[in-house]
């Protein structure tokens, strides 16, 4: 059974960083391109970014570019988004995603961006 645990959301004030992890099992993580995605109060599903499975390469939204950093660790078995710079508009649950939208989520975490 493919799972997808996200977790380091919490309250950071504007400026500060958080790192997100996603603890995936059930697949080989070095087989599969991998994303964050998330969703504002009120507001509908945005993707963040990805990361591909062969070549690493990564891609941004145009919101986090140069804030943002995806990795991965295969030998973890984990995804991580590196956010620095954070702004109150990154206020979002942030799920990890396998596969698109009728693919794989976790359950999300919380990230607070608050003065």
């Known amino acids: 059974e493919v799972q997808l645990v996200e977790s380091g959301g919490g309250l950071v004030q504007p400026g500060g960083s958080l790192r997100l992890s996603c603890a995936a099992s059930g697949f080989t993580l070095s087989n599969y391109a991998m994303s964050w995605v998330r969703q504002a109060p009120g507001k509908g599903l945005e993707w963040v970014s990805s990361i591909r499975s062969n070549t690493d390469s990564t891609s941004y939204a145009d919101s986090v570019k140069g804030r943002f950093a995806i990795s991965r660790d295969n030998a973890k078995k984990t995804v991580y988004l590196q956010m620095n710079s954070l702004k109150p508009e990154d206020t979002a649950v942030y799920y990890c995603?396998?596969?698109?939208?009728?693919?794989?989520w976790g359950q999300g975490t919380q990230v607070t961006v608050s003065s």
């Open positions: 995603n396998r596969g698109g939208p009728r693919g794989s």
